[in-house]
């Protein structure tokens, strides 16, 4: 293909033919299948060089999250299998025993690592549907999808804008708190949940047990209890609050 | 495939695009075992099928960026086929056998056949383009990465220290280069479909 072919190429995708040259280009694109082949290789690499270069740090960190998530993974699975079937052949009875006993070791350590509880072993609120209430149907279909999809981030922005014109609605504050928690964003979950808290709404109990979770997830081992011990026995979570209790004592 | 209606599955697709940790998560939870279970019971090991699973997030994760892709069928489905298709290819390579992308007989109204068939070969081409792009010569490469990042001719000539009409020409020739590297390689005329 000619050197002037490409420059030709190039002043198309740029949308800088003159007219009368473009009908000349695209009637050629239908005749002359080489210079079709090539004009289409040469539109993807763009594509291709575009991307790669405009996105180099999106999809870096992309890169960078995927490998923490897959060596995470990979490693739980690989320790737990190894426990399963250690590779012993032939050992005699005293290095049975040894062995058993550095298994019954590591089992004790990792039992008691796992039992250490933490926030994420309680953040499985199952998908939200909220009620619809009129004027605010698409952003709040958006907030709840955001929800939904773990997307905290987008979940919080919604709902801060929902409550703006609805200020008094215990829901949606109890899910912006939520999406507080899982930002980490503390002050502002533990404002809302200690306000829903103090209120007489349906949700009161609720915002105590994220309350809960909240200083747990904060490592406020104590506060987390003081708050666990006002969950009265009535309330949905009350049976889960008291493993917990049990389990931070 | 406009008409087609877009799977739920969707959200993983857009959770892998937003960098959604909590989504990826979820895929190595719902869908990798079986993966590497797979690649287990033909001749690979753990180690293997990571790199298989990463490599294939990382493709899904270029074309919806790149092309939008738009999921007609369950992840599931999709994400495996793609992997398995992945293995059978490095199985081939390391055997030193020639790796033929259109040997297994596609039942066209397969939605996630199509889609994952779709999928590898996009990922096959990316991976030319970049053996390809690294073959170019430094000026090449320079003047191409400066024009895709910057984005303004002007900027990137000045930078470069020509003129606008230079760095014009000098971006449709290397490109011109680059896309006779591609066609010139033999597995661009298997992939080609």
């Known amino acids: 293909m000619e050197d002037q072919n490409y420059i030709l190429f190039e002043a198309y995708l740029a949308n800088e033919l003159p007219k009368e040259e473009v009908a000349e280009f695209e009637n050629r694109l239908k005749t002359d299948a080489e210079f079709s082949q090539a004009f289409n290789t040469y539109k993807e690499l763009s594509a291709f060089l575009q991307h790669e270069f405009e996105n180099e740090e999106t999809s870096a960190a992309f890169k960078t999250n995927l490998k923490k998530i897959s060596s995470e993974h990979f490693s739980k699975n690989t320790v737990a299998e190894e426990m399963v079937k250690p590779k012993a052949r032939k050992l005699n009875f005293y290095k049975y025993a040894i062995a058993a006993c550095v298994v019954l070791l590591f089992g004790i350590f990792m039992f008691n690592q796992f039992s250490t509880p933490t926030y994420s072993d309680y953040n499985d609120y199952g998908a939200i549907s909220l009620s619809v209430r009129g004027e605010n149907d698409a952003l709040l279909k958006k907030a709840e999808t955001a929800f939904n999809n773990k997307n905290f981030a987008e979940a919080e922005a919604g709902f801060a804008k929902l409550l703006n014109s609805d200020s008094n609605n215990t829901e949606l504050k109890l899910y912006r708190a939520i999406s507080n928690i899982e930002l980490n964003h503390f002050e502002t979950a533990d404002g809302l949940l200690e306000e829903i808290r103090s209120g007489n709404s349906a949700y009161k109990n609720k915002a105590t047990w994220y309350l809960a979770l909240s200083k747990l997830k904060q490592k406020e081992t104590e506060a987390c209890l003081e708050i666990l011990q006002t969950l009265p026995e009535d309330a949905d979570d009350f049976n889960r609050a008291q493993k917990l209790m049990d389990k931070l004592d | ?193």
């Open chain 2, 1 to 193: 495939m406009g008409e087609k209606k877009i799977h739920e599955d969707q959200k993983y697709i857009d959770g892998l695009l937003k960098n959604n940790s909590f989504i990826i998560q979820a895929i190595y939870d719902n869908f990798v075992p079986k993966v590497v279970n797979y690649i287990k019971q033909n001749s690979g090991d753990a180690d293997k099928a990571q790199d298989v699973v990463q490599d294939t997030l990382i493709t899904i994760y270029n074309q919806a960026s790149q092309k939008k892709l738009k999921l007609t069928c369950p992840f599931d489905a999709y994400f495996f086929l793609l992997c398995k298709r992945k293995w059978l290819n490095e199985l081939k390579k390391s055997s030193n056998k020639e790796v033929t992308i259109n040997e297994e007989v596609l039942s066209k109204d397969d939605d996630a056949q199509e889609l994952a068939f779709e999928t590898s070969v996009f990922g096959e081409k990316q991976a030319l383009f970049a053996e390809m792009f690294a073959q170019l010569g430094d000026a090449c490469k320079d003047l191409l990465k400066a024009t895709f990042k910057i984005k303004s001719m002007e900027e990137v000539a000045k930078s470069l220290g020509v003129t606008y009409a230079y760095a014009r020409k000098k971006k449709s020739l290397c490109i011109g280069k680059l896309t006779e590297l591609v066609q010139g390689s033999p597995k661009f005329n298997q992939l080609k479909n």
